[in-house]
């Protein structure tokens, strides 16, 4: 995963400091990437594919690990805004389960 942006690296570090708050505990929580999300639903964003004019939408229904990662927010962001609904989130894992952070600043 490439290295973050200044803006996304303290973006990130908010929302990890929010997220170990919520959940109450002083486990570490690694960052995995920007994920885009239909929140609604609980899916995320697998597949993503424009081809001659075509745009092909894959969703994994509960599974964040599957989730396509964005090394960048503003790619991510640029995907969310094709489909109705869709939101960013940033994608932690924890020893034992995934956390997504999806409170981003519009």
Do not use: C
Not at 42 to 55: I, P
Not at 89 to 100: A, C, K, V
């Amino acid at each position: 995963m490439a290295k973050l942006l200044e803006n996304e690296e303290v973006l990130v570090g908010k929302a990890r400091v929010e997220m170990q708050e919520a959940m109450g505990t002083g486990e570490p929580l690694s960052f995995v990437a920007f994920v885009v999300t239909l929140p609604g639903s609980d899916e995320f964003l697998h597949k993503h594919q424009k081809a001659k004019g075509v745009t092909l939408y894959e969703w994994a229904k509960s599974r964040p690990e599957l989730a396509h990662p964005f090394a960048r927010l503003k790619k991510a962001e640029a995907i969310a805004a094709e489909k109705e609904s869709a939101e960013v989130g940033i994608l932690f894992e924890m020893q034992r389960q995934y956390l997504l952070f999806t409170d981003l600043p519009k």
